[in-house]
């Protein structure tokens, strides 16, 4: 049974910084290309940032591009997505998803962790 478990949501202001992480289980991770997707209120669910199977290839949506920084511990079953410089629009519920060996789209989905920027 594949389990994919974020944490690390929370209120924080805007300018500030916060890390999300997602801890997995029931795949082989190191086999497994990463990502992370966020909905915001009233909008379309949408790619933040995936990571390929080890670590070295990373790829952003413009909307995040130099101020997110997606990570991946292969020891740990970890990957994670550092938010710095954060803005009133990035608030939404962010998820881990799993694809597969290259990135596929999502196969299995995290049950999201909330991310909220306001002063």
């Known amino acids: 049974q594949v389990q994919l478990v974020e944490s690390g949501g929370g209120l924080v202001q805007p300018g500030g910084s916060l890390r999300v992480s997602c801890v997995a289980s029931?795949?082989?991770?190191?086999?497994?290309?990463m990502g992370w997707y966020r909905r915001a209120p009233g909008k379309e669910r949408e790619l933040v940032a995936r990571i390929d199977r080890g670590g070295a290839s990373t790829n952003y949506a413009d909307s995040v591009k130099g101020r997110f920084a997606i990570s991946r511990d292969n020891a740990k079953n970890t990957v994670y997505l550092r938010m710095d410089s954060l803005k009133v629009e990035d608030t939404a519920v962010y998820y881990c998803?799993?694809?597969?060996?290259?990135?596929?789209?999502?196969?299995?989905w995290g049950q999201g962790t909330q991310v909220t920027v306001a002063a």
């Open positions: 029931g795949i082989i991770f190191s086999n497994t290309v």
């Open positions: 998803a799993a694809s597969g060996f290259t990135w596929i789209g999502p196969r299995y």
